[in-house]
Nanobody, 123 residues
C-alpha cells in the first residue's frame, strides 16, 4: 500500500516557478507520475519517472520547462516547474504505479493517487 501527499502548489505569475513535492509512504519501488486536471477538462499526463530515476517521460506541453526528479532515500518525488503559463493552471496530482521497467503515461496505468495540490498561474 502506498500513500501519497502533494505539497507546494500556490499562486504564481506567468513566467514564474514552483516546485511541487510528493511525499511517499510505503514502498518506493514504484514508477511515479505527475498528472493535472484543469476545470472542465480530463486529467492529463504531465511527467513520470521510473524507480531508479534513469527513465523519464514528459508531455510535449511541458518539455523543456518542467523537470521530474525523485529522492528514494527521502521518499519523495518532485516536479520543478519553470516558465509557467496560464494554461498550466490546474490541480496537480502525484501517482504511483508498480515499476515494470517502462514509464507509462495513462491515468489508468497508475494504482495510487494523492489528493492533489492547486497551481494557479496568473497572466
Amino acid at each position: 500500500q502506498v500513500h501519497l501527499v502533494e505539497s507546494g502548489g500556490g499562486l504564481v505569475q506567468a513566467g514564474g516557478s514552483l516546485r511541487l513535492s510528493c511525499a511517499v509512504s510505503g514502498s518506493t519501488y514504484y514508477t511515479m507520475g505527475w498528472f493535472r486536471q484543469a476545470p472542465g477538462k480530463e486529467r492529463e499526463f504531465v511527467a513520470a519517472i521510473n524507480w531508479s530515476g534513469y527513465s523519464r517521460n514528459y508531455a510535449d506541453s511541458v518539455k523543456g520547462r518542467f523537470t521530474i526528479s525523485r529522492d528514494n532515500a527521502e521518499h519523495s518525488v518532485y516536479l520543478q516547474m519553470n516558465r509557467l503559463k496560464s494554461e498550466d493552471t490546474a490541480v496537480y496530482y502525484c501517482a504511483a504505479e508498480v515499476d515494470h521497467g517502462v514509464v507509462v503515461v495513462g491515468t489508468g496505468d497508475y494504482d495510487y493517487w494523492g489528493q492533489g495540490t492547486q497551481v494557479t498561474v496568473s497572466s
